[in-house]
């Protein structure tokens, strides 16, 4: 932070061609530059505080709650919902979980912006304690935040490092978000992952489509799916291309069947399971392959097996250019055709990358 946008892009961009050098990347199409501030759709606080007084943000090295209501890579449609829901927060008496005594109750909150501008809030507790009171004051919440469409609590009764827990209990009568990029409307979920930055992932998934338009394979995965953003982008109504979308998250995996039944897609289908283990059980590998992993990337396992196969494309999106640099050389019958940068992730070191891979 602090250092000039197009200094940060140009880093980026450097980083990606040095690590995919031994690659022979033939075209690098220029990179698909952010906004600068405002590009968060998800805001992932923690709360602090007191109940008179919580705190929306993180916690410093004491434990004691730090204030980011005001920080300028959330949504303005952040900025604008935290000061309600610090006032809900008192309204509603959920005290701020405090991490050293290990007491209290509200431990995270978490916001989602749609493109149209609803709002998804989830409050994480430690118990069902509050909810009563939050029932209660929900009606007021909703007046003063009227773009609040979901509303949940989750629970998360454990004293562990982690953002949310199993459990999800609903309080408004709507239980998904949709978000809407290009033609293609997602149903969000509580639970399921969605991209971080909106316009970067529409340009993501627009881009992906048009490379994969030429190829018109008969059929696709697409695995690490999440809540179906590159597979559904892939089909088409007329049902060319018969798409597999394979997801850990059943959550994640609900989201995007009900966008697939919204959309009427035949030949769509989703499912959860390892991806790995989906292709090593496979009787035959499709024309194509979207890989979308975590920053740990698809594995020697995933990688050997699509080197093996006869996959004639990989279509590879990665948040980490290091294990996507990993992969790539396990798999030296797939050659990069093109790459480009996606900055998902501005005033950070991260950022997307997505490279179409083809058989040699």
């Known amino acids: 932070m602090g250092r000039p946008y197009p200094a940060q892009l140009a880093d980026k961009q450097a980083l990606a061609e040095q690590l995919l050098a031994p690659f022979d990347v033939p075209a690098w199409l220029p990179p698909v530059a952010s906004g600068e501030r405002d590009y968060r759709n998800k805001a992932k606080m923690v709360v602090g ?78 118990s069902t304690e509050p909810l009563g009171r939050m029932r209660k004051h929900l009606p007021t919440l909703l007046a003063e935040l009227p773009n609040a469409r979901v509303v949940t609590a989750n629970l998360l009764p454990e004293h562990k490092a982690v953002l949310e827990g199993a459990d999800e209990v609903v309080l408004t009568e709507a239980d998904t978000l949709p978000m809407r990029l290009n033609d293609v409307t997602m149903h969000l979920r509580p639970q399921s992952f969605f991209q971080t930055n909106t316009a970067i992932a529409e340009a993501l998934y627009a881009e992906a489509r048009d490379w994969i338009r030429d190829l018109a394979p008969e059929d696709a995965w697409d695995l ?3 809540v179906g953003g590159f597979a559904l982008h892939l089909a088409d109504p007329a049902g060319r291309t018969e798409v597999t979308g394979i997801e850990t998250s ?28 989906y292709a090593l059980a496979a009787a035959s590998a499709p024309d194509l392959v979207v890989v979308n992993p975590p920053r740990r990337g698809i594995g020697a396992e995933l990688a050997g097996w699509l080197e093996r196969s006869d996959a004639a494309h990989v279509l590879y999106s990665s948040c980490n250019v290091a294990s996507l640099a990993k992969d790539l050389a396990a798999m030296p019958s797939l050659r990069p055709v093109k790459a480009r940068v996606f900055d998902m992730f501005p005033q950070t070191t991260h950022f997307e990358v997505m490279v179409l891979l083809t058989r040699n």
């Open 49 to 126: 505080g007191t109940v008179e007084a919580p705190t929306i943000g993180i916690l410093d090295a004491d434990g004691h709650g730090v204030d980011l209501q005001a920080c300028g890579i959330c949504s303005p449609g952040h900025r604008a919902a935290f000061p309600v829901l610090a006032r809900f927060i008192t309204l509603a008496r959920i005290t701020p979980y405090d991490v050293a005594a290990r007491r209290g109750e509200l431990k995270h909150v978490i916001v989602t912006e749609s493109p149209d501008g609803e709002l998804m809030v989830r409050f994480v507790l430690r």
């Open 224 to 226: 690490y799916s999440g």
């Open 250 to 277: 059943v959550e994640a995996v609900a989201s995007a069947e009900l966008s697939r039944t919204d959309a009427a897609l035949s030949r769509v289908r989703f499912a959860a399971g390892d991806a790995t283990a």
